[in-house]
């Protein structure tokens, strides 16, 4: 399995709402990284969990909070967006986090999120 | 500081042409890594290639060609004989060790071939 799986592929919700956003890979890497991708824009950084345990954090605000249950999962909980929010949130995972580079990085479908 | 810089913002072609995506990047590391990912209308970012800092070579896959030199820091990437199916925003990007193996990703190059 050499996939990156993210559900749901396309979420609205309201500006009081609390969704979450999810992403799994089974192929044994170690580091898990959200991106969020605007409109015509390259993927930024989020978050990285090396190791199940965040390692970075890229000033992103505190409505979006991580979650890494195992190696295998990694969740992005949404609370109290903003319309800016919108935007396509892009999951990647990495053998290693350190020196990912080492060995790519597999990136899911994404999620294609609406805020009302 | 990190960069890489895709001057071209869109380009369009038709099909059977040939069409070269330039991208030049910066870092004063020594240890780095380059990569090239397609991401199609659907989204998902599709890994192309990837090249460290310590291979010069040239690579050819099918219709794809990168060109990779050190001394002008540039990783271009040629499509030979383009297909429509090869529209997609092309992405170049950047790993370096110094920044603990972040993708510092380009502005991406709108690629449209029309039949």
């Known amino acids: 399995d050499t996939e990156v799986t993210q559900t749901p592929k396309h979420l609205v919700m309201g500006m009081t709402n609390k969704k979450s956003l999810k992403c799994e890979q089974h192929m044994g890497h170690r580091a898990m990284y959200w991106y969020k991708q605007k409109a015509k824009k390259p993927p930024e950084l989020m978050f990285v969990?090396?190791?199940?345990?965040?390692?970075i954090n890229e000033s992103v605000p505190s409505r979006f909070s991580p979650e890494c249950p195992n190696s295998s999962l990694l969740n992005l909980h949404l609370h109290a967006l903003q319309p800016e929010d919108s935007a396509l949130y892009l999951c990647a995972s990495s053998q290693d986090g350190g020196a990912a580079a080492n060995y790519g990085y597999t990136f899911g479908s994404g999620t294609r999120l609406t805020v009302v | 500081a990190q960069k890489v810089t895709q001057a071209q913002t869109e380009i369009s072609v038709v099909e059977k042409e040939d069409v070269t995506l330039d991208c030049v990047y910066e870092?004063?590391?020594?240890?780095?890594?380059l990569f090239w990912y397609k991401q199609p209308p659907s989204g998902e970012l599709v890994f192309l290639i990837r090249?460290?800092?310590?291979?010069?070579q040239n690579e050819i896959s099918g219709r794809y060609s990168w060109n990779f030199q050190k001394s002008t820091s540039s990783f271009n990437f040629t499509i030979t004989a383009s297909q429509v199916v090869d529209s997609a925003v092309y992405f170049c990007?950047?790993?370096?060790?110094?920044?603990?193996?972040?993708?510092?990703f380009g502005q991406g190059t709108t690629l449209q071939v029309k039949p």
């Open positions: 969990y090396s190791y199940e345990k965040l390692s």
């Open positions: 870092t004063r590391d020594t240890t780095y890594y």
């Open positions: 990007a950047l790993s370096a060790r110094s920044n603990t193996g972040k993708l510092i």
């Open positions: 090249r460290n800092s310590f291979d010069e």
